[in-house]
């Protein structure tokens, strides 16, 4: 099985809220998703970003790819 680290969205329409997910590479972008490592909210004055570093690694050391957006967000 592939596994993705990516964004799942939430909230409402016009105002995104994601969370960083890691989920099987083909399942659609709200489908389910394996563990929950993270959130990340673009819409207030600070964007607020959580992730669980430990669990990231993790992933990434057993062969979770990630994906372009959080690449871009974590800074990896």
Known sequence: MATVIRLTRMG???QPFYRIAVTDSRKRRDGGWIELIGHYNPM????????????????LSVGAKMSDRVKKITGR
């Open 12 to 14: 409402r329409k016009k």
């Open 44 to 59: 207030v004055a600070e964007k607020t970003m959580v992730v669980d570093t430990e669990r990231l690694d993790y992933w």
